[in-house]
């Protein structure tokens, strides 16, 4: 059985700090950090990591105040499986009218910090990119 690497609150910190993140602690322990709005995506990405005791390393993202209109749900659902289907990580849902996008992962113990920062940059970058191409899709919908 493989030995299972556990990310700590301060290793995460750090990790994300080497990417040029902020990341913070919330009220409830969890690490979080926030891509803020730009010109290709008007609403903040606020990007929640959770690690569990079994070793599962989570990354979930939702995008502040970017509601799904009741009349775009249906839309709203085949981008979400269209994206799953194709891009492989992270999955896309919609829940309770906002999309939500999360990864989950184990890493084992001889997972060395260069690989995590690179695997969380690519599932930071494919959340962003989902938002940004859903907020397209939608407008013109």
């Not at 301060?10 to 969890?30: C, F, H, Q, Y």
């Not at 997972?111 to 962003?128: A, F, G, N, P, S």
Request: aromatic residues 12%.
């Amino acid at each position: 059985m493989t030995d299972i690497k556990h990310i700590g609150r301060d290793d995460l910190l750090r990790l994300l700090s080497e990417m040029d993140l902020e990341g913070k602690v919330g009220s409830d322990a969890t690490v979080y950090c926030v891509f803020p709005a730009d010109d290709d995506f008007g609403h903040d990405v606020v990007f929640t990591f959770t690690a569990d005791d079994d070793g599962w390393f989570g990354v979930e993202a939702i995008a502040d105040g970017f509601n799904i209109g009741e009349a775009q749900t249906g839309e709203a659902l085949v981008m979400c499986n269209e994206f799953s289907r194709r891009a492989r990580l992270p999955k896309a849902f919609v829940v309770n009218g906002r999309f939500k996008l999360d990864q989950w992962i184990v890493f084992p113990a001889s997972t060395d910090d260069d690989y995590i920062r690179q695997y969380l940059e690519l599932v930071l970058t494919m959340c962003w990119s989902f938002f940004v191409n859903a907020s397209r899709r939608l407008e013109q919908s």
